[in-house]
């Protein structure tokens, strides 16, 4: 999907010509991680393209780093950088598909529980596989772990 790639740098134009420069530096930085994604896979004797799934989990990385940031400067007492990397954040976020609501996140894990029938805390990796296969990229990983834990510990 070199469509995000595009757009990617169809924005970052514009926002040098709107001379915005916090998006100039959140899509560079994207951007960035593309380029060290595909350096990363000719290393490996792949072919450097990125399809679509691959730059959404970069694009999904960038903007957990962002969430994990936030979290951490406002536990330290550090209000502006958390407002920034919350700034950051949002102009990712709208790159991203939308991501599902927490009751349709637990109706899928529901799903994902009828289907593995887990036995005890041991099956916790099965269930959070089955889960993630209509998850992944609509929903936030951290959230659906913290869900079937929750939902485990109350079969138990």
Same mark, same amino acid.
Request: net charge neutral.
């Given at each position: 999907?070199?469509?995000?790639?595009?757009?990617?740098?169809?924005?970052?134009?514009?926002?040098?010509?709107?001379? *915005? @420069? #916090?998006?100039?530096?959140?899509? %560079?930085?994207?951007?960035?991680?593309?380029?060290?994604? =595909? !350096?990363?896979?000719? $290393?490996?004797?792949?072919?450097?393209?990125?399809?679509? *799934? @691959? #730059?959404?989990?970069?694009?999904? %990385?960038?903007?957990?780093?962002?969430?994990?940031?936030? =979290? !951490?400067?406002?536990? $330290?007492?550090?209000?502006?950088?958390?407002?920034?990397?919350?700034?950051?954040?949002?102009?990712?976020?709208?790159?991203?598909?939308?991501?599902?609501?927490?009751?349709?996140?637990?109706?899928?894990?529901?799903?994902?529980?009828?289907?593995?029938?887990?036995?005890?805390?041991?099956?916790?990796?099965?269930?959070?596989?089955?889960?993630?296969?209509?998850?992944?990229?609509?929903?936030?990983?951290?959230?659906?772990?913290?869900?079937?834990?929750?939902?485990?510990?109350?079969?138990?």
């Amino acid at each position: 999907m070199a469509d995000l790639k595009e757009q990617f740098n169809k924005d970052l134009i514009q926002a040098l010509k709107g001379k *915005d @420069e #916090l998006k100039v530096s959140v899509l %560079r930085l994207f951007l960035v991680s593309v380029h060290n994604r =595909e !350096i990363e896979k000719r $290393g490996k004797g792949e072919d450097a393209d990125l399809d679509g *799934d @691959e #730059l959404f989990e970069v694009l999904r %990385r960038e903007a957990k780093k962002r969430r994990e940031a936030i =979290e !951490i400067y406002a536990n $330290g007492n550090r209000p502006e950088l958390a407002e920034k990397e919350t700034k950051e954040l949002k102009i990712l976020e709208n790159y991203l598909p939308a991501q599902l609501d927490a009751a349709a996140v637990e109706k899928i894990i529901d799903e994902a529980v009828g289907i593995v029938k887990p036995a005890g805390a041991k099956d916790f990796g099965k269930v959070m596989g089955e889960a993630m296969k209509k998850l992944k990229g609509v929903a936030d990983t951290g959230l659906v772990n913290k869900m079937i834990k929750e939902r485990m510990e109350k079969a138990v």
